[in-house]
């Protein structure tokens, strides 16, 4: 039903590889959608299945790779800077406005986890962006610092270090987000993550299960939510399973976002289960048909 090409866009001198999917039938001008992966993911994975999903129901969409991550440009690999990140949708955008088959009046930005926290984000003073969602949104920043204030303080006092050395040539140092192995002792969530990276499930080569350390002190100064409210008077639909640890974001976010956000929850699932499980992801997608249609109709 949809058409998927290589495609690459310039955020902030960097080049981005993205999928661009498109209706077989393209009539005028069409709707369009940015779609984002989580930290630590690439465009092959959940993005690519939103992105497809959404396509067939007639959207222009576009999964991407961040800079510094998958197939985009950006040294030191893995670099997570939520600043970047938040630049990267907006360049997005700026990508299908130029485009003759996308109606740069019409488009709108989906992120999934991390990148459901940069998306609201880059909406705050984006009003390109017309209508914004995100699935299994969460702050990045918040979601390493909360479980344990200490060790990530002990992050950010070692960044400096990191830059220093990666000036002068050294390794670069990396930090982790799942071990090499689980067992019954490890905690819930982070056992669904690592069956989702780190089996064939989800697995990909590009997809590098860390980021680099000097990230930190960026991300330490970054509020995903703080200026929700400034979407307004844009739609803001924000997606969690009344399952997931990371659902507190999406309630919180919705909260201070006003009358124009809405919280919608899919029973039963949990964060990772509205990444690839199709009893979850479908009612997920048909509430996405839903919003962008009604928010981006001609």
């Known amino acids: 039903m949809t058409?998927?090409?290589d495609v690459r866009f310039t955020s902030s001198g960097f080049q981005l590889?993205?999928?661009?999917?498109?209706?077989?039938?393209?009539?005028?001008?069409?709707?369009?959608?940015?779609?984002?992966h989580?930290?630590?993911?690439?465009?092959?994975?959940?993005?690519?299945?939103?992105?497809?999903?959404?396509?067939?129901?007639?959207?222009?969409?576009?999964?991407?790779?961040?800079?510094?991550?998958?197939?985009?440009?950006?040294?030191?690999?893995?670099?997570?800077?939520?600043?970047?990140?938040?630049?990267?949708?907006?360049?997005a955008v700026t990508y299908l406005s130029t485009r003759d088959d996308v109606d740069p009046e019409r488009i709108g930005v989906l992120g999934i986890c991390a990148s459901g926290g940069y998306?609201?984000?880059?909406?705050?003073?984006?009003?390109?962006?017309?209508?914004?969602?995100?699935?299994?949104?969460?702050?990045?920043?918040c979601f390493f610092r909360v479980p344990d204030p200490e060790a990530f303080a002990k992050l950010v006092d070692q960044a400096g270090a990191a830059r220093t050395a990666e000036a002068k040539g050294e390794e670069i140092p990396m930090v982790p987000v799942l071990p090499d192995s689980v067992d019954a002792s490890t905690p819930k969530a982070v056992a669904e993550f690592f069956d989702y990276y780190k089996t064939p499930r989800a697995q990909h080569p590009r997809s590098i299960g860390k980021f680099a350390l000097r990230s930190v002190d960026q991300l330490d100064q970054?509020?995903?939510?703080?200026?929700?409210?400034?979407?307004?008077?844009?739609p803001?639909?924000?997606?969690?399973?009344?399952?997931?640890?990371?659902?507190?974001?999406?309630?919180?976010?919705?909260?201070?976002?006003?009358?124009?956000?809405?919280?919608f929850e899919i029973d039963g699932a949990t964060h990772v289960d509205l990444y690839d499980v199709d009893q979850y992801?479908?009612?997920?997608?048909?509430?996405?048909?839903?919003?962008?249609?009604?928010?981006?109709?001609?």
């Open 3 to 5: 058409t998927k090409s």
């Open 17 to 36: 590889a993205g999928h661009l999917y498109t209706p077989a039938e393209v009539d005028g001008r069409l709707p369009a959608i940015v779609v984002g």
């Open 38 to 91: 989580p930290m630590t993911g690439v465009k092959e994975q959940t993005a690519a299945l939103y992105a497809q999903r959404l396509a067939d129901q007639g959207f222009i969409t576009l999964a991407f790779d961040a800079a510094y991550q998958g197939e985009s440009e950006g040294e030191p690999r893995g670099l997570e800077d939520p600043f970047q990140r938040a630049d990267d949708f907006r360049n």
């Open 119 to 141: 998306v609201p984000f880059a909406a705050q003073t984006d009003h390109r962006m017309k209508a914004v969602a995100t699935v299994s949104g969460a702050d990045a920043t």
């Open 222 to 234: 970054f509020d995903a939510y703080a200026g929700v409210a400034k979407i307004a008077p844009r």
């Open 236 to 263: 803001l639909l924000m997606i969690a399973g009344t399952e997931a640890e990371t659902k507190g974001f999406s309630e919180g976010a919705v909260a201070a976002g006003g009358e124009t956000a809405e919280l």
């Open 281 to 298: 992801v479908s009612q997920a997608a048909d509430k996405l048909t839903e919003f962008f249609t009604e928010n981006l109709a001609g």
